[in-house]
């Protein structure tokens, strides 16, 4: 059974730092693409940042230079750091893992069950 569950997600004031972390179980997620999306309220859901198998790396413009992903296959985790909080990350944030990169967040996308992210001005 495929399972992700997320971390690291709190309460920070603009301009701080956190770190999600996302354990996955139950498939071969080095083989697989990983991302990190987000959906505040009201809002659609964005896709924030992901990293290929070999480790090739997208990100949001909103975020770029702000977040960084990465992964560590042997400990089967995936990161998100995020420095330079502003108010308008605040979202919930959800790890997906898929096939392929392009086809993340699309049918076949396996989903954790999010994190909260709150950041206050």
């Known amino acids: 059974q495929v399972r992700l569950v997320e971390s690291g997600g709190g309460s920070v004031q603009s301009g701080g730092s956190l770190r999600l972390s996302c354990e996955a179980s139950g498939y071969n997620s080095h083989y697989y693409a990983m991302g990190w999306f987000r959906r505040a309220p009201g809002k659609e859901r964005e896709r924030v940042a992901t990293i290929r198998a070999d480790g090739t790396t997208t990100y949001a413009v909103a975020v770029e230079g702000r977040f960084t992903i990465s992964r560590d296959n042997a400990e089967n985790t995936l990161y998100l750091q995020m420095t330079g909080l502003k108010p308008e990350d605040t979202a919930m944030y959800y790890c997906?893992?898929?096939?392929?990169?392009?086809?993340?967040?699309?049918?076949?996308?396996?989903w954790g069950r999010g994190t909260q992210v709150t950041v206050s001005s």
């Open positions: 997906a893992a898929h096939r392929t990169q392009l086809a993340l967040g699309s049918a076949g996308t396996f």
